[in-house]
T-cell receptor
């Protein structure tokens, strides 16, 4: 079975600081991993995905994530936070039947 | 091009009533998914369509929930005899299903259901 765990339901950073959102996965098959962002009252938007082509994945809005098999992790980072990054972030793994299994989400707050 | 659309955006209903939620996927996308987002349960899968058939309906919480898809396009999620615990945001997503597990799912804005 596949699952993801997001450590930290809330993360607060100052504008310009490093953003680090943690995601660990469990998968009985080679994992395919996704990060989605949800702005208030909107649907989910794909930030980036890992499909085994490269372990360091670059996404939109300056975000990137590194797949580390030894640590079963897929943490999301951004070198310098912007006020517009404030949102909820979800890590997900795709199931054998293609559906997404989501983590519980991390709400990112960015302070000026 | 147009994204995934859902209607209504908000629905308030009384306990015991039936509701229908609609999803229009991106044109040409053969796969369609319904998810539910609630405070207590997070984001959870409900049902998956490939074309008009539903090979995975394992997430439907009870037999009060049903869904159909017609013409390989529009899908309707029906909740009968609504209960207060059905209050949630219902999200629809579609994908082209060109490579299965690695496909990006594109989400609609959701329908916020409130059961009084």
């Amino acid at each position: 079975a596949q699952s993801v765990t997001q450590l930290g339901s809330h993360v607060s950073v100052s504008e310009g600081a490093l953003v680090l959102l943690r995601c660990n996965y469990s998968s009985s098959v080679p994992p395919y991993l996704f990060w989605y962002v949800q702005y208030p009252n909107q649907g989910l938007q794909l930030l980036l995905k890992y499909t085994s082509a490269a372990t360091l994945v670059k996404g939109i809005n300056g975000f990137e994530a590194e797949f580390k098999k030894s640590e079963t992790s897929f943490h999301l980072t951004k070198p310098s936070a912007h006020m517009s990054d404030a949102a909820e972030y979800f890590c997900a793994v795709s199931d054998l039947t293609d559906k997404l299994i989501f983590g519980t989400g991390t709400r990112l707050q960015v302070f000026p | 091009g147009a994204g995934v659309s859902q209607s209504p955006s908000n629905k308030v209903t009384e306990k015991g009533k039936d509701v229908e939620l609609r999803c229009d996927p991106i044109s040409g996308h053969t796969a369609l998914y319904w998810y539910r987002q609630s405070l207590g349960q997070g984001l959870e899968f409900l049902i998956y369509f490939q074309g008009n058939s539903a090979p995975d309906k394992s997430g439907l919480p009870s037999d009060r929930f049903s869904a159909e898809r017609t013409g390989g396009s529009v899908s309707t999620l029906t909740i009968q005899r609504t209960q207060q615990e059905d209050s949630a945001v219902y999200l629809c997503a579609s994908s082209p299903r060109t490579s299965g597990r690695t496909d990006t799912q594109y989400f609609g804005p959701g329908t916020r259901l409130t059961v009084l």
